[in-house]
């Protein structure tokens, strides 16, 4: 590990200019590339005390051993150069955005005499016009076979289109028109082209000129008495059509962007884009990242953008780019971008209408791709194998441990104090384990008393299940009676765990151990995860467990907590929901919902139920007098003492016949 103030450069010898600047290690290896408005001020940053610095970074500058950089004379050069040095060197400390598959693209190689119609994968090559990227190649094909018919492109390979040439004999597709057959000279290399740019603009989203003018042509053929030529022209429109709606319109038309969604947590990130042109979906793509630097959203966004652009020149970059957080140097960014595409590229945050809407739909994909990518990791065996095995190392238990329990707490404000329990057995979720708690022993927000009354509780259960079925006090070779209760089912609470991890650090972990040990527990250990930093805390310990970014043991541990940390929320919210629609009505014994809202569709609310006599009541199907009698009993010790009243009028404020069962 090396000391940072052991290659800090001298005072004034960094420049108070635009540039890249890189860390290298003892070996001469690049690990970091980075690019400031101001070397001089940027660098300056990463020579502070380590404990000021985020722990990433510390890693970083400890692992360098020298840090050298290149004066640049604007902060979009600074940009391009950042993006080239990352490219060349893959430094190890850079976030790195990496397809999590091999898109396949709709290509058109304008390149060739006889352009062609494929699908490509890889690398995208000079001269070659690219659609998509599309989820599936068959989805690629489908589209063409439709467009064929009216765009009969070439589409077949080299070696096929020569054999063709030398026999003078087109392929199957030349006989049944979904071929211009090029090959054998039924159109020239001219006609060929023009047919081959007319499908790529048809496939840009200018698609409202062809339709106009196959309708104009198959009017005039139906009135010239063509009705063959008539009846191919309206198949003709409706190929175009059914292609056209295998992308559903989502934007205003002629409206080109692309849209970008980020999902992340402290170890991984997750960007999916939408790619609108026309006002049409015609590609999705989406990667997943670790977070090796300290980086925040902004800086994600702006890593992605080096990522898709990098490479990318003209119509491939569109007139709009939305994402959900600008850039730290917007301008600088919005100017690179404008000089990839030879004109003005509008960078924004959507605000409101379609754009927004269709932004939340990109977010959902990315939080879904991130928990699917989190999911495959937990759900491989081998996986989930190591992570046990890492986690026992890491706090070092006896044996992995093969139950776990994590238990959160949530709370609005103060109000609705709740907590849960999740299960995970042998590193997967077991939901008919999962429990949660109302917070009864005192009012008021205090998370540390809350997990230690949560804890007690829970363990309380387990003593008196293990009490009730006799594990304890059998001697040997003692039988211990047989419990008329028990139906072979698991009972609640009845098993112990290996581990129980509570979302918190320090205070929450001390509450947990305290818990435990007032019940005479000591064979189950505690550990806490604390959100900011994902630190595993232990007790009685004043410095953390950190795990290595990479381990599958914090990552179990963190989807655990995360686990909790949902199922306790919805607990929340759905006590809160409850709590707000309460009525009168529900403190009537024996009075359920359906009854409930007989009664109110019968009188229209509740204050006009309130001026009800018990036998008016009696006139609602399915009430009887003892039921009516409780009802008037129960809106009575709810009614309102005194009106109430406006006072910057004297108006006393009538209750507006509303309610709710």
Not at 163 to 170: D, E, K, Q, T
Not at 413 to 435: H, I, N, T
Not at 515 to 529: K, N, Q, R, S, T
Not at 594 to 602: C, N, S
């Amino acid at each position: 590990m090396a000391d940072p103030s052991s290659y800090r450069p001298k005072p004034g010898q960094i420049p108070d200019s635009p540039g890249v600047y890189k860390f290298r290690d003892e070996h001469r290896r690049v690990i970091y590339v980075g690019k400031a408005k101001s070397l001089r001020q940027r660098l300056a940053n990463y020579f502070q005390p380590l404990t000021s610095l985020h722990p990433r970074t510390a890693t970083m500058v400890t692992t360098a051993a020298s840090v050298e950089w290149t004066v640049v004379s604007t902060e979009v050069e600074a940009l391009q150069l950042e993006y080239t040095w990352i490219k060349e060197f893959d430094p190890r400390f850079n976030v790195k955005y990496r397809d999590d598959k091999s898109y396949p693209y709709l290509a058109v190689t304008l390149d060739e005499e006889f352009p062609r119609v494929q699908v490509m994968r890889g690398h995208k090559k000079k001269g070659v016009r690219y659609f998509g990227p599309y989820a599936h190649a068959w989805a690629i094909r489908e589209t063409v076979d439709l467009m064929l018919r009216v765009f009969p492109v070439r589409t077949c390979s080299a070696g096929v289109f020569r054999n063709a040439a030398s026999a003078g004999r087109p392929c199957l597709l030349g006989y049944i028109g979904k071929c211009s057959a090029p090959c054998v000279g039924r159109v020239s290399p001219e006609e060929h082209r023009e047919l081959a740019e007319e499908f790529c603009d048809f496939m840009a989203g200018r698609t409202g000129t062809y339709l106009r003018r196959l309708e104009k042509q198959m009017v005039i053929a139906a009135e010239d008495m063509e009705y063959e030529r008539a009846a191919r022209l309206r198949d003709d429109i409706e190929a175009l059509r059914r292609a056209m709606e295998k992308s559903a319109v989502v934007l205003a038309d002629a409206t080109d962007a692309d849209l970008f969604a980020l999902a992340e947590d402290e170890l991984e990130a997750a960007v999916q884009i939408f790619h609108v042109r026309g006002g049409r979906v015609r590609g999705q793509r989406g990667w997943v990242t670790d977070k090796v630097e300290a980086v925040d959203t902004a800086g994600l966004v702006e890593h992605a953008l080096q990522q898709l652009y990098g490479e990318e020149t003209g119509e491939t970059v569109p007139k709009e780019v939305l994402v959900p957080a600008l850039p730290e140097d917007t301008a600088a960014v919005t100017a690179w971008l404008s000089g990839r595409r030879g004109s003005n590229v509008s960078l924004r945050v959507p605000q409101r209408g379609d754009k927004k809407d269709l932004m939340e739909t990109v977010a959902r994909n990315a939080q879904q791709a991130l928990v699917l990518h989190k999911t495959k990791r937990a759900s491989d065996l081998t996986t989930r194998s190591r992570a046990l095995e890492e986690i026992a190392e890491a706090l070092d238990l006896d044996s992995a441990p093969l139950r776990i329990e994590c238990f959160d707490i949530s709370h609005l404000q103060g109000e609705d104090v709740v907590a849960s329990m999740v299960v995970f057995e042998d590193g997967l979720p077991r939901k008919s384990e999962y429990r949660r708690f109302q917070i009864k022993g005192f009012e008021g927000q205090d998370d540390v008393r809350s997990m230690h009354e949560v804890i007690g509780r829970r363990f309380k259960r387990y003593l008196a299940e293990k009490d009730r079925t006799g594990e304890w006090g059998v001697t040997d070779g003692e039988v211990p009676a047989e419990d008329p209760q028990d139906d072979g089912r698991p009972r609640r609470f009845a098993y112990p765990p290996q581990l129980v991890v509570v979302d918190g650090g320090q205070p929450q972990v001390a509450a947990a151990r305290r818990a435990l040990d007032e019940l005479g527990i000591d064979d189950i250990a505690v550990c806490g995860l604390a959100k900011r930093l994902e630190e595993v805390w232990l007790p009685g310990e004043d410095d953390p467990v950190v795990l290595p970014r990479s381990s599958e043991g914090l990552y179990l541990l963190q989807r655990v907590r995360d686990t909790a940390h949902d199922f306790a929320i919805r607990y929340q919210r759905s006590k809160r929901t409850k709590r707000i629609r309460t009525s009168p009505l529900d403190a009537v014994a024996g009075l359920g919902d359906t009854r409930k809202q007989a009664l109110i569709k019968h009188f229209g609310s509740v204050k006009r139920l309130r001026q009800a006599t018990i036998e008016q009541i009696c006139e609602v199907p399915g009430m009887g007098r003892k039921t009516a009698e409780a009802v008037v009993v129960a809106l009575a010790a709810a009614a309102p003492a005194a009106p109430a009243v406006n006072t910057a009028t004297g108006e006393i404020m009538e209750d507006d016949g509303g309610g709710t069962a």
